[in-house]
């Protein structure tokens, strides 16, 4: 148990917390979903959840609140039936897009398919913003974009500060939540209907699908939460989208599956997905490239997809131009600028594949840029 000493910020759906452990002096951060616990203040006793911070983890190395004492969980309030966090003691209802008390249940139950629509699969949360970047470098327009975020991070949405600075600058049109991800503008069972929830719902041009903050990674082939990329690639396949898969490529991580292209996105492209995607790859200089080319070779990605290059400095400057700042495992584009222009190519891939008028649904056009030698 902690007592709570200040409140340290706050953002939609999230308190920042400093707290006290009993018989433990010092000042000590934890994180409240309010949707969880409810309003927090000083002076509340709060129940914490130190696993985290006791493991040393990274993303989500915070102290989280679970309960606060004295105090019941109203769980009888709020529409819907659905019960996200299901079989835990903090599982709760959400009204869910697929319920018949969903005001968008009915165009959900109409959309059969996504039309053409693109959409471009991440494999970590902050390809997100360079992704968006180079979306809107390269449109005429700034584009109607939904995020679709899995469950193979974070569950709550709030947790990302990235998605409340892109909602507050426009970046993004709406978010919806799958699976037992929780907290976006729509719920839904899973990714299939999320997907379609992006048209029928928010009617976006086009959707960036990846999971929140903090996947998991075991160093192992097949450990790893990214390994939905290349299921999600066949599910808007076979929705009838065009899926544009997100790179993750570094020359600064310091983990040997790591550099170049991560052996999570050659894993998920290379053995997982069953179906085509057009991948991205970023304009390196000769001797970056010909790692990439012999990774996505060897792994069998080119024979498997229809890997293209795109420019991602535009999307380095669009980030740089709105003052977005861009982050990943602690890194900004100076110190891992390949992270971010492969996202960005992906994004410029979208872009192009949509058409250049910024609508990426219904839109039956060519493959995007340069076709790799095969």
């Known amino acids: 148990m902690a007592t709570v000493l200040r409140v340290t910020s706050e953002w939609p759906g999230v308190s920042l917390l400093g707290v006290e452990f009993d018989g433990s002096p010092g000042l000590s951060e934890a994180v409240a979903y309010r949707e969880l616990t409810g309003?927090?203040?000083?002076?509340?006793?709060?129940?914490?959840?130190?696993?985290?911070?006791?493991?040393?983890?990274?993303?989500g190395g915070y102290?989280?609140?679970?309960?606060?004492?004295?105090?019941?969980?109203?769980?009888e309030e709020g529409p819907g039936h659905i019960m996200k966090l299901r079989y835990t003691p903090v599982q709760f209802r959400c009204l869910a897009v697929e319920e018949e008390g969903h005001p968008a249940r009915d165009a959900l139950e109409a959309t059969t398919d996504l039309a053409g629509?693109?959409?471009?699969?991440?494999?970590?949360?902050?390809?997100?913003?360079?992704?968006?970047?180079?979306?809107?470098?390269?449109?005429?327009?700034?584009?109607?974009?939904?995020?679709?975020?899995?469950?193979?991070?974070?569950?709550?949405?709030?947790?990302?500060?990235?998605?409340?600075?892109?909602?507050?600058?426009?970046?993004?049109?709406g978010t919806i939540t799958a699976g037992h991800a929780f907290g976006g503008d729509y719920e839904t069972v899973n990714q299939y209907t999320g997907?379609?929830?992006?048209?029928?719902?928010?009617?976006?041009?086009?959707?960036?699908?990846?999971?929140?903050p903090g996947g998991v990674g075991t160093g192992t082939r097949w450990g790893f939460t990214a390994i939905e990329q290349g299921e999600i690639v066949d599910r808007v396949n076979r929705l009838g989208g065009r899926p544009v898969a997100a790179l993750r490529v570094s020359f600064a991580d310091p983990r040997p599956r790591h550099q170049g292209v991560s052996h999570h996105c050659l894993t998920s492209l290379g053995r997982v997905s069953a179906t085509r995607a057009v991948v991205a790859v970023p304009?390196?200089?000769?001797?970056?490239?010909?790692?990439?080319?012999?990774?996505?070779?060897?792994?069998?990605?080119?024979?498997?997809?229809?890997v293209v290059?795109?420019?991602?400095?535009?999307?380095?400057?669009?980030?740089?131009?709105?003052?977005?700042?861009?982050?990943?495992?602690?890194?900004?584009?100076a110190q891992d600028r390949e992270f971010f222009l492969a996202a960005g190519?992906?994004?410029a891939?979208?872009?192009?594949?949509?058409?250049?008028?910024?609508?990426?649904?219904?839109?039956?056009?060519?493959?995007?840029?340069?076709?790799a030698d095969r």
Request: aromatic content about 4%; glycine content about 14%; proline content about 6%.
């Open 195 to 212: 997907l379609l929830a992006a048209r029928a719902a928010l009617q976006a041009d086009f959707v960036v699908a990846a999971m929140g």
């Open 345 to 347: 190519a992906a994004g």
């Open 63 to 75: 102290h989280f609140a679970v309960a606060v004492e004295g105090r019941e969980r109203r769980d």
């Open 117 to 173: 629509m693109v959409v471009v699969v991440g494999c970590v949360h902050s390809q997100l913003s360079p992704i968006l970047a180079g979306l809107r470098a390269a449109l005429e327009r700034p584009p109607r974009v939904a995020y679709l975020m899995t469950d193979g991070g974070a569950l709550p949405l709030a947790f990302s500060r990235l998605v409340h600075e892109l909602r507050g600058r426009g970046w993004l049109a």
């Open 283 to 306: 304009r390196l200089p000769p001797s970056a490239r010909e790692v990439l080319y012999r990774q996505l070779a060897a792994a069998g990605v080119i024979d498997r997809h229809e």
């Open 349 to 371: 891939a979208a872009a192009r594949l949509g058409g250049k008028g910024g609508m990426g649904t219904g839109r039956q056009s060519g493959v995007p840029g340069q076709t």
């Open 309 to 333: 290059e795109e420019p991602g400095e535009p999307a380095l400057a669009c980030l740089e131009r709105e003052g977005m700042i861009a982050r990943t495992m602690g890194r900004a584009p």
């Open 39 to 59: 309003q927090i203040a000083p002076g509340d006793r709060v129940l914490l959840n130190t696993t985290a911070v006791s493991l040393g983890l990274g993303t």
